[in-house]
């Protein structure tokens, strides 16, 4: 088993920033891909960011390409999101997850954190 929390929500402005941790524990944190996902009220849970075991791979959703970069410190086992420029359109529980294989853009991850709250302000 993986446990995955999450932490770094809030309240912010627009064009602001924040950094989303996700802590993992349980298993090597450095044997999973890690992967972040959104979900707005009424709205399907959809892909934003994964990356690899390593760190050397990642890949983003085209809607926040640019503004937001996923990164992890396998010593502290870690995945971050750093948020920036942030819209009100990215209001949403953000959840991490993490997969034992290459990373996905679907939610084929096998562990998932509860989730926390995003809300961009206008």
């Known amino acids: 088993q993986v446990q995955l929390v999450e932490s770094g929500g809030g309240l912010v402005q627009t064009g602001g920033s924040l950094r989303l941790s996700c802590a993992a524990s349980?298993?090597?944190?450095?044997?999973?891909?890690m992967g972040w996902f959104r979900q707005a009220p009424g709205k399907e849970r959809e892909f934003v960011a994964a990356?690899?075991?390593?760190?050397?791979?990642?890949d983003y959703a085209d809607s926040v390409k640019g503004r937001f970069t996923i990164s992890r410190d396998n010593a502290k086992n870690t995945a971050y999101l750093q948020m920036n420029s942030l819209k009100p359109e990215d209001t949403a529980a953000y959840y991490c997850?993490?997969?034992?294989?290459?990373?996905?853009?679907?939610?084929?991850?096998?562990?998932w954190g509860q989730g926390t709250q995003v809300t961009v302000s206008s």
């Open positions: 990356i690899s075991q390593s760190g050397g791979s990642t």
């Open positions: 349980g298993r090597t944190f450095s044997n999973y891909a």
């Open positions: 997850a993490a997969r034992a294989g290459p990373y996905s853009l679907l939610r084929l991850y096998d562990y």
